[in-house]
């Protein structure tokens, strides 16, 4: 069973910057596409931003020019960078890994921006 364990979460003020990281328990490049996502209290769970075997991103409108998803390949890790946060980024991020046929999740790190 695959792993995915995140770290780097915390209370932030408006305007500061985080970075998650999220550690896998095999190689990054045996998924097809790993991804952050979150979710807000009361709200569905959105993609936040996606990283493909390929290396093509994909990011929520939301967050462009914001934020930036990478990989560690000898660390199995991706990151999440979070730059210049606002207090609706406020959410519970959840590192998701996809192969073709099945996908595992994260237990989910929390996010606070407020002042």
């Known amino acids: 069973q695959v792993q995915l364990v995140e770290s780097g979460g915390g209370l932030v003020q408006p305007g500061g910057s985080l970075k998650l990281s999220c550690r896998a328990s095999?190689?990054?490049?045996?998924?097809?596409?790993m991804a952050w996502y979150r979710q807000a209290p009361g709200k569905a769970r959105d993609l936040v931003a996606s990283l493909t075997v390929g290396d093509t991103t994909k990011y929520a409108d939301a967050v462009k020019g914001r934020f930036t998803i990478s990989k560690d390949g000898a660390k199995n890790t991706v990151y999440l960078q979070m730059n210049s946060l606002k207090p609706k980024d406020t959410a519970v991020y959840y590192c998701n890994a996809n192969t073709l046929t099945r996908q595992f999740w994260g237990q989910g790190v929390q996010v606070t921006v407020s002042s």
């Open positions: 095999e190689n990054v490049f045996n998924f097809n596409r």
